[in-house]
T-cell receptor, first 111, second 115 residues
Framework: QQQVKQSPQSLIVQKGGIPIINCAYE??????FPWYQQFPGKGPALLIA?????SEKKEGRFTISFNKSAKQFSLHIMDSQPGDSATYFC??????????FGTGTRLTVIP | EAGVAQSPRYKIIEKRQSVAFWCNPI?????LYWYQQILGQGPKLLIQ????????DSQLPKDRFSAERLKGVDSTLKIQPAKLEDSAVYLC?????????????FGPGTRLLVL
């Protein structure tokens, strides 16, 4: 059972564009929502995270928007760069700090 | 600060053979996780250790998978016997104490191909 659903599966944008990746969850026990970035041959690395009592969080060019009532959250990447080309995973975290990942979005930023 | 170390990086075996993966977490991290990442999917937690005790192994296929963290530091994950569907990247991660929202730091993974 997929506890976190992620879309789109892949995304291609021009440099400077604003890719948006969406996630939806069912498990109301999640109390932390991180985004991980993964480059080929590497393990995932934490990019940004949000708690459900906050509707938006910005860190540099990355923004999470969170809608608790809809059980949805999204990642926006401002002024995207070719170096942002990677696979992005959203996740929900339980009280035991267990990560439940989405299926991933492969982002390609064209120079 | 050194990151999470894993070895080997790649392994090719035939079905029904056994294989073992090794992980050394970040120094001082009490919590260690093993994930399975099948191609095109997100990582799935297999087992979580707190020091040398198991916190959660509900998604570990115990008929063929085993893991240990005897001294509360490094860990091994074993598959015996391997099946074709075990082909995946096995990721190890660690966090300081396992508290909610603590960052999990991932190693580069071991890519397993079962023929």
């Amino acid at each position: 059972q997929q506890q976190v659903k992620q879309s789109p599966q892949s995304l291609i944008v021009q440099k400077g564009g604003i890719p948006i990746i969406n996630c939806a969850y069912e498990n109301t026990a999640f109390d932390y929502f991180p985004w991980y970035q993964q480059f080929p041959g590497k393990g995932p690395a934490l990019l940004i995270a949000i708690r459900p009592d906050v509707s938006e969080k910005k860190e540099g060019r990355f923004t999470i928007s969170f809608n608790k009532s809809a059980k949805q959250f999204s990642l926006h990447i401002m002024d995207s760069q070719p170096g942002d080309s990677a696979t992005y995973f959203c996740a929900g975290v339980t009280g035991a700090n267990n990560l439940f990942f989405g299926t991933g979005t492969r982002l390609t930023v064209i120079p | 600060e050194a990151g999470v170390a894993q070895s080997p990086r790649y392994k090719i075996i035939e079905k029904r053979q056994s294989v073992a993966f090794w992980c050394n977490p970040i120094s001082g991290h009490a919590t260690l996780y093993w994930y399975q990442q099948i191609l095109g999917q997100g990582p799935k937690l297999l087992i979580q250790f707190q020091n040398n005790g198991v916190v959660d192994d509900s998604q570990l296929p115990k008929d063929r998978f085993s893991a240990e963290r005897l001294k509360g530091v490094d860990s091994t994950l074993k598959i015996q016997p391997a099946k074709l569907e075990d082909s995946a990247v096995y990721l190890c991660a660690s966090s300081f104490s396992g508290g909610v929202g603590e960052t999990q730091y991932f190693g580069p993974g071991t890519r397993l191909l079962v023929l």
